[in-house]
């Protein structure tokens, strides 16, 4: 079990269907590992905006100092938990890839930046950020810790989700964070597994 200032912790998972056997093991060694008041709010659900404002609503009511959005395919450590929680940053994420099949711009990062229009665009180059790290727009929910008090001091709702080329949810919460006066920092050093699934093309060859 990780010796650490044993922090008050609402891990959010949104769950749409089933998980791998894999993943199950991952994170019930993730939660052993972890010391500290550390409570799990799961909420399964095709309506991602509703479960996730719904996790935060429980952990703010139940008096915890953190909450931490891990998604049901992002493999991570107990010391990665640790090294977020670490930073005494408002909102920090670690870093991971997003398979994306090839016809639709192949895999991109969780991490956005805006350009000069004020859109969102995916960071698809991490490597100057592995290691280090970097204040960033925008970023996806999969392996995310945000103080509690920065949705005390935003108002409702923090999440809504909108059909392309409308914003994600978590891009949503972004943009309204940022515009709130807070910033999102990226750390390189949680460069968290992100699980790898496939599709087969009608040519009966696998998407990769």
Same mark, same amino acid.
């Given at each position: 079990?990780?010796?650490?200032?044993?922090?008050?912790?609402?891990?959010?998972?949104?769950?749409?269907?089933?998980?791998?056997?894999?993943?199950?093991?991952?994170?019930?060694?993730?939660?052993?590992?972890?010391?500290?008041?550390?409570?799990?709010?799961?909420?399964?659900?095709?309506?991602?905006?509703?479960?996730?404002?719904?996790?935060?609503?429980?952990? !703010?009511?139940?008096?915890?100092?953190?909450? !931490?959005?891990?998604?049901?395919?992002?493999?991570?450590?107990?010391?990665?938990?640790?090294? !977020?929680?670490?930073?005494?940053?408002?909102?920090?994420?670690?870093?991971?890839?997003?398979?994306?099949?090839?016809?639709?711009?192949?895999?991109?990062?969780?991490?956005?930046?805006?350009?000069?229009?004020?859109?969102?665009?995916?960071?698809?180059?991490?490597?100057?950020?592995?290691?280090?790290?970097?204040?960033?727009?925008?970023?996806?929910?999969?392996?995310?810790?945000?103080?509690?008090?920065?949705?005390?001091?935003?108002?409702?709702?923090?999440?809504?989700?909108?059909?392309?080329?409308?914003?994600?949810?978590?891009?949503?919460?972004?943009?309204?964070?940022?515009?709130?006066?807070?910033?999102? !920092?990226?750390?390189?050093?949680?460069?968290?597994?992100?699980?790898?699934?496939?599709?087969?093309?009608?040519?009966?060859?696998?998407?990769?």
């Amino acid at each position: 079990m990780m010796n650490w200032d044993k922090p008050k912790i609402g891990i959010g998972l949104v769950n749409k269907s089933d998980v791998s056997i894999d993943w199950t093991f991952m994170f019930h060694r993730l939660v052993a590992g972890l010391s500290g008041d550390v409570k799990v709010y799961l909420y399964k659900t095709y309506n991602i905006d509703v479960a996730r404002e719904t996790i935060v609503e429980n952990i !703010l009511k139940d008096g915890l100092e953190k909450v !931490l959005f891990i998604d049901t395919d992002i493999y991570l450590t107990p010391a990665d938990v640790v090294r !977020l929680y670490r930073q005494k940053y408002p909102i920090v994420t670690g870093v991971y890839w997003v398979p994306r099949p090839k016809d639709a711009g192949g895999s991109i990062s969780n991490l956005f930046i805006k350009d000069s229009k004020g859109v969102f665009r995916p960071v698809v180059d991490i490597n100057p950020i592995k290691g280090n790290q970097a204040y960033v727009d925008g970023a996806g929910f999969g392996c995310i810790m945000i103080d509690s008090e920065v949705f005390r001091k935003i108002k409702k709702p923090w999440f809504v989700y909108r059909d392309p080329p409308g914003l994600s949810e978590d891009l949503y919460f972004s943009d309204k964070a940022t515009k709130a006066g807070f910033k999102i !920092l990226a750390d390189g050093n949680v460069l968290c597994k992100h699980e790898k699934r496939v599709r087969f093309l009608f040519n009966g060859e696998l998407d990769l």
